[in-house]
């Protein structure tokens, strides 16, 4: 099994959900993309916790299974007890840890913004202020992010308007200061590109 895994590259996702049974143990799945682009659920773990010490305990596992260190990029939900856990074993200062974008921007973001500007509609003010998210995302370089990124928050959550105040200092504190795991035109972000075999990076960002 450790050398199928090996074969599967250097890509993992790592995801957990909320009490997602009758009694509330949360799942986690360690995904990877095997050679041909496809995704494949190598370890489920069910935990009533969500500590530091659970996810090192998950990883340890995974280490014991399959012999096998950690892939080099890890996408997560930026969940703060599973970045400590990586943190506790030497190979995370090679690890590159990037943020799921679905999480970042359609979960934390929507919750924290789309109320405030409204959600109803295909062309509601949350779509727009996501697909003005996604241009973001895909700018071309830094210059061109940041230009994009202070006319989103100038229409959709100006400074002016005290009503969006703490909306617009999430966006600045929590989003834009850690651009560098979600934007394409980082250096980091376009790294992710290395544990993906040519077939698979034809078919679109992994996030």
């Known amino acids: ?31 990877l993309v095997d050679s041909g682009g496809k995704s494949r659920a190598v370890l489920l773990s069910l935990n009533l916790h969500e500590t530091t010490s659970d996810f090192i305990e998950m990883i340890s596992c995974w280490r014991k299974a399959f012999n096998a260190s950690l892939p080099k990029v890890v996408f997560t939900d930026d969940d703060h007890a599973f970045k400590s856990a990586l943190s506790a074993f030497a ?7 990037l943020m799921c974008t679905y999480h970042l921007f359609d979960v934390n973001v929507k919750h924290k913004v789309g109320g ?18 996604a241009a973001c995302r895909e700018a071309a370089c830094e210059q061109i992010l940041e230009n994009k990124w202070n ?9 002016s308007e005290k009503n969006f105040h703490n909306s617009r200092q999430y966006m600045i504190k929590h989003v834009c200061s ?5 934007a394409t035109c980082n250096s980091k972000a376009a790294l992710r590109w290395v544990a993906l075999p040519p077939n698979a990076q034809n078919r679109g960002t992994p996030s």
């Open 1 to 31: 099994m450790g050398s199928k895994v090996a074969r599967c590259g250097e890509l993992l996702f790592w995801d957990s959900t909320h009490n997602s049974t009758r009694y509330h143990f949360k799942l986690s799945t360690f995904t």
């Open 91 to 97: 190979e995370s200062r090679n690890i590159l840890h």
């Open 116 to 133: 405030l500007l409204g959600l109803k509609g295909d062309d509601s003010p949350w779509s727009q202020f996501r697909k003005g998210l």
């Open 151 to 159: 006319k989103l928050l100038e229409k959709w959550l100006p400074e």
């Open 178 to 182: 850690k651009r560098e795991r979600w």
